[in-house]
């Protein structure tokens, strides 16, 4: 099953503050819904575990995250796939842009995701629902993340 999602959160951050915080692993991992650990393999690959819930089915997903077309601090394509088991498997990336906008950054993405397994057969539209409430979270996190001061 193909899923498309985009949208936009405007941070009240310079584009650099975002830019830093989107490339640390600390700041993402507190972020991703259910993210149980986000590690660092090299500048541009992580390695992730994270427990997600979609209707019936709860699954451990493990997987390997890739930055590409990095053009600091604008933005950058991040793609990823991860098995969770007999629940399935997900992959897909998303393309993150930063502009200035109004004393902030505008965030800019565009996803594009594929799942197989259990999850594809709970359907349409109760999968694009968890995933847009897993995005919502994540930039509600992310935005929080952004304008705490430092610690």
Not at 62 to 80: A, C, H, Q
Not at 86 to 94: P, S
């Amino acid at each position: 099953m193909a899923m498309t999602m985009s949208g936009e959160q405007q941070l009240p951050a310079p584009r650099e503050t975002v830019w830093a915080k989107l490339n640390d692993p600390e700041v993402l991992k507190a972020c991703i819904p259910g993210c149980e650990s986000l590690e660092k393999l090299s500048d541009t690959d992580f390695q992730a575990v994270a427990i997600t819930k979609i209707g019936p089915v709860k699954a451990t997903f493990k997987g390997k995250v890739t930055l590409s077309d990095l053009d600091p601090p604008n933005g950058y394509r991040i793609s990823g796939q991860g098995d969770g088991g007999v629940a399935g498997f997900a992959k897909g990336g998303a393309t993150v842009a930063l502009a200035p906008k109004e004393g902030g950054t505008l965030l800019s993405y565009n996803v594009e995701a594929q799942i197989g397994g259990k999850l594809a057969q709970l359907g349409q539209r109760l999968v694009n629902g968890a995933a847009k409430k897993m995005a919502d979270d994540f930039f509600q996190r992310f935005a929080a993340a952004v304008s705490a001061p430092p610690a």
